[in-house]
Each structure stands twice: as structure tokens, then as C-alpha cells.
């Protein structure tokens, strides 16, 4: 059974720095698409950052790109996102999230970890 399990989230002040890691089990990745996701109050679910386990290839939502970056680790199975220079907008739950590369909707998701930007 495969299973994300975040950790690393909590409170940090604007302008401020958090490092979130997915550890990732239960199956292989190989031609998956892991990634992060993001869920703000009274707001739809939104993809933040993806790397393709096999390649690295990666990607970002235009509002995180210079701030935010992802790595995967192939042998400790983990997924982290570096987050720096954090706004309240960032303010959120992030998932860890796992899809087949072939698919086009999110076939596992992790608990999720509160994020709050507050000054």
C-alpha cells in the first residue's frame, strides 16, 4: 500500500524559509510524476511544484517559481520542496501527491502539512 507522509511544515514569518519532505513507500516510482500541492482557505487545490522520479524533469506554478524548489532523492524515497522567501500567500496545506506519469489525475496523496506565513 503506498504511503506519503509529510513533514516539516508550521508558522514562519514573512520573507522566511521552510523545508517540506514526502516520504514515499509502498511501490517503486519509477515513470511517476511526484509533486506538491497546495490548499489555501475557500480556494481549489493547486499544483505548486512536480519532478519526474526517473528524470528529474521538473515544474512550477509561475507564483513560486524562484522561490520554491523540488528534489527527489532515489534512495532515501523522499520528495522535499525548499521553500524560501515565503509570503502570507503561500499560507496553505500542502500534500505530497504521486501520478503516474501516463495518467492525468493524482493516484495517491499524502496527509497533508499546515504552512502559515504570519507576521
Known amino acids: 500500500q503506498v504511503r506519503l507522509v509529510e513533514s516539516g511544515g508550521g508558522s514562519v514569518q514573512p520573507g522566511g524559509s521552510l523545508r517540506l519532505s514526502c516520504a514515499a513507500s509502498?511501490?517503486?516510482?519509477?515513470?511517476?510524476?511526484m509533486g506538491w500541492y497546495r490548499q489555501a482557505p475557500g480556494k481549489e487545490r493547486e499544483r505548486v511544484a512536480t519532478i519526474t522520479w526517473n528524470m528529474g524533469t521538473t515544474y512550477y506554478a509561475d507564483s513560486v517559481k524562484g522561490r520554491f524548489t523540488i528534489s527527489r532523492d532515489k534512495d532515501k524515497v523522499t520528495v522535499d520542496l525548499q521553500m524560501k522567501s515565503l509570503t502570507p500567500e503561500d499560507t496553505a496545506i500542502y500534500y505530497c501527491?504521486?501520478?503516474?506519469?501516463?495518467?492525468?489525475?493524482?493516484?495517491?496523496w499524502g496527509q497533508g502539512t499546515q504552512v502559515t506565513v504570519s507576521s
Open positions: 509502498g511501490r517503486t516510482f519509477t515513470n511517476y510524476v
Open positions: 501527491a504521486a501520478r503516474r506519469s501516463a495518467a492525468t489525475v493524482v493516484n495517491f
